[in-house]
């Protein structure tokens, strides 16, 4: 190797040495308002509100798009507050005539709930093409001006338009979306609830799938391209606009959960002119549509969209800047939370979400300083740190050095191992087949491992998916609940000692077990050991087996062995569809803070395997079902605390559930982000997040600090391997002239 080419080498070492940077983002970007997030499980499936149900979904449709009501950022219980409604209203009811009923007539007389619902005025959707007009008024780019084959070009986003435009918001637009629920173009997860309550809806979803088959008539069914679908043709009794700024809404019977439903971006509106803008020949093939590129009123608009890697959004230039709240608990004003009140939001001007695959990388990212907050969709990302700091005092002062902020909290879900309650050993049977006498004995059995599952225990062996131990179906927080009270307590697996829920001894379960028919684990009859089967909807990975081992281990405490069938997803649905299976483990995240969202997990008509619902366990109590659907028609008051407290009670003695737990709602964050606070059922958390910079820059530069010695290194290897070329080339020129010399001198 020659000398020139040997320096050429260490100086392209060098030079990209010297280029090395870990820093994520482009010179400059940790100093401009830009909120530096990751996603994890890839990108999101759907933006088009009417087929979106992800929580990869929620960090975007909730920041572009606005349902008629919010809940308020810092207070608990949830509050609903109007967003692109002016008002929360109350309904009105009428009789099966149509006549006025007062607000508290019994459920029994009510035909229909009627909502009206005032749009505030002057809200605009954000800059899109499907908006801009010619001179004339009508539209560039479709309806009037519809584009030609080839008009498209390379045109990939709506920001590639030369032309944008805007209008106003109006109640026509909310009864658009409601109807989009019928149709056959996306997906759309909740048409038939909707279809359950408002007036004429399932009725409007046969007629638009047959006037959709008229349209598509003679067109090649595999092709991307669809003529629009415009479902202003045919009314829906249960939405209309009496007004341009009122929004009606019939809803069948008396049902106050529905409030619930127009705090979700199923109602939020959608303009006709998109659905006609994205419906153009070219536009799918191109990647333009709703699912990719949302259409809304909020407080940001997608600007970038790069599928599985990086999605971001900006501040949209047409929102009102609604304030801050200024509403708090004095642990609220203690944290911080209340120090921007009444300052115009949205803070952020940009937000960056980049999709992260493995949580190691993700994890040195945030520690670096280069993600302001881990994972912004989740709500349990603050307890591995949590947890990290526990058990090491390095992490710990790692961690209070950097200022890291952390949240935790209950929130609105639950985990709970189950049983289901058409298996003979377990439950009452599948038709009646069993006697008064053995389903009491089944009850004792399901008592007895309630009691011995220590979830408490669970808590602690397993503190990155702790929670508070549940003694009923409904979270703190939720109305009706009555966890942390002596009248919450389970009275089958605890007992209220020194101001606390102390779960009974093994001993207690030990006698259920007997009273059961298994004394020591054993059939009295048989004399064999009661073997019962656990279906795990996952693979038991290493990540996964101890928690698996752990259930097998509490079962063992009263000598039940327990035979562990995992399976995936699919499969586990399979078999609680057939009902073949006896033990299972679940979770729930409730759609909206209502004790029925919780409740109606346990109401016989929503039984997994005889009407695919979500009441897994398959449990079946008349008196349970009775109080269930009187509840339901209630508003939060004493009444509906006395059904609530009575189906509760049931439940418990029942025992269909464990029980388990309710996890904590855990978060963290740099120290230069403010207003952090994650929680389930709040998805629009963006506007409120503010950032510092300055703070940032500074971080990122005592965190990340050069590291020069390998330069050092390279220097002196340089200077060796030059030393070690000019020897070589000394050497290699004295060998030459003494080898010229000899053969002169033979000559």
């Excluded at 595999?222 to 009794?237: E, G, I, Q, T, V």
């Excluded at 120090?339 to 040195?364: H, I, S």
């Excluded at 939720?478 to 697996?493: K, L, M, N, Q, Y």
């Excluded at 101890?546 to 009263?558: G, L, M, T, Y």
Aim: net charge neutral; proline share 8%; with cysteine.
């Amino acid at each position: 190797m020659g000398l020139r080419r040997l320096l050429a080498i260490l100086l392209a070492c060098g030079t990209l040495l010297a280029a090395c940077n870990n820093n994520p983002w482009p010179d400059g970007a940790p100093a401009t308002d830009t909120l530096f997030t990751a996603m994890t499980g890839g990108s999101p499936r759907h933006l088009d509100p009417t087929a979106s149900y992800w929580s990869n979904d929620t960090p975007f449709t909730y920041q572009i798009y606005e349902p008629p009501y919010g809940y308020h950022y810092l207070e608990r219980p949830f509050r609903l507050v109007p967003k692109s409604a002016a008002e929360v209203v109350q309904p009105h009811y009428v009789d099966k005539d149509g006549q006025p009923l007062a607000d508290d007539a019994p459920a029994a007389l009510v035909a229909e709930s009627i909502y009206d619902v005032p749009i505030r005025r002057g809200i605009l959707y954000q800059p899109h093409p499907a908006f801009a007009l010619d001179a004339q008024g009508r539209h560039r780019y479709h309806s009037e001006h519809p584009m030609q084959p080839g008009e498209l070009g390379a045109r990939r986003t709506p920001l590639d338009f030369e032309h944008q435009g805007t209008r106003e918001l109006v109640a026509e637009d909310f009864v658009y979306a409601l109807k989009r629920h019928a149709t056959t173009r996306v997906t759309t997860p909740i048409f038939s609830t909707f279809a359950e309550y408002v007036v004429g809806l399932e009725a409007y979803g046969r007629l638009v799938k047959a006037e959709d088959a008229k349209l598509r008539a003679g067109l090649d069914p595999a092709s991307l391209d669809k003529p629009f679908l415009d479902l202003r043709r045919w009314p829906l009794a249960g939405a209309s606009a009496p007004d341009k700024h009122l929004l009606r809404i019939r809803i069948k019977g008396k049902y106050p959960q529905w409030k619930y439903w127009m705090q979700m971006t199923f109602t939020a509106p959608i303009p006709w002119e998109a659905d006609a803008f994205y419906a153009q020949p070219g536009m799918a093939a191109a990647g333009l549509s709703l699912d990719r590129w949302p259409v809304g009123t909020g407080p940001y608009m997608m600007a970038e969209s790069v599928q599985d890697r990086r999605h971001v959004m900006v501040r949209n230039p047409n929102y009102r800047r609604e304030p801050y709240p200024c509403e708090g608990t004095a642990d609220d004003r203690q944290a911080g939370l209340l120090a921007d009140c009444g300052k115009p939001t949205p803070f952020v001007e940009r937000m960056l979400f980049t999709v992260e695959r493995e949580a190691v990388p993700l994890r040195n990212k945030f520690l670096q300083g280069y993600y302001d907050i881990p994972v912004f969709e989740r709500t349990d990302s603050g307890m591995s740190y949590l947890v990290a700091m526990q058990d090491s005092e390095e992490v710990r002062r790692e961690y209070t050095d950097k200022g890291l902020r952390f949240t935790k909290g209950t929130d609105s879900g639950s985990y709970f191992i189950g049983f289901n309650m058409l298996d003979p050993t377990l439950g009452d049977g599948a038709g009646g087949e069993l006697s008064a006498e053995q389903r009491v004995r089944n009850r004792k059995l399901r008592q007895a491992i309630s009691i011995a599952i220590d979830w408490e225990e669970y808590s602690k062996i397993f503190p990155r998916r702790a929670g508070i131990t549940a003694m009923g179906p409904i979270p703190p927080g939720i109305f009706g609940s009555r966890e942390g009270t002596p009248a919450g307590v389970d009275p089958v697996t605890h007992v209220w000692k020194d101001g606390r829920a102390v779960r009974r001894p093994i001993a207690d379960a030990r006698r259920l077990l007997a009273e059961a028919g298994y004394p020591d684990g054993r059939d009295a009859k048989t004399g064999r050991p009661l073997v019962l089967n656990y279906d795990f909807y996952a693979q038991p990975t290493p990540e996964l087996k101890p928690e698996i081992d752990w259930v097998v281990r509490q079962f063992a405490k009263i000598d039940i062995q327990l035979e562990v069938r995992a399976t995936d997803n699919n499969q586990f649905q399979d078999k609680v569809r057939k009902g073949r299976y006896q033990v299972f483990w679940l979770g729930w995240l409730a759609d909206y803070p209502d004790a029925e969202n919780f409740l109606f997990l346990l109401y016989s008509k929503t039984g997994k395997t005889k009407y695919d619902g979500e009441n897994t366990a398959n449990y079946d109590n008349p008196e349970y079902d009775r109080l269930f659907l009187e509840m339901k028609t209630l508003d939060d008051g004493p009444a509906k605390q006395a059904l609530i407290d009575k189906m509760v009670h049931l439940v418990q003695e029942d025992a269909p559930w464990t029980m388990g737990f309710f996890p904590y709602a855990s978060g963290v964050s740099q120290h230069w982000v403010h207003n952090y606070r994650p929680t389930i059922m709040i998805r629009d958390q963006g506007r409120y997040l503010r950032l510092d910079p300055r703070a940032r820059v500074a971080a990122l530069a005592a965190w990340n600090r050069p590291v020069w010695w390998p330069m050092g290194l390279l220097a002196l290897a340089v200077l060796a391997l030059l030393a070690y070329g000019v020897r070589s080339w000394r050497r290699r020129e004295r060998t030459n002239a003494r080898g010229q010399v000899s053969a002169r001198a033979g000559h």
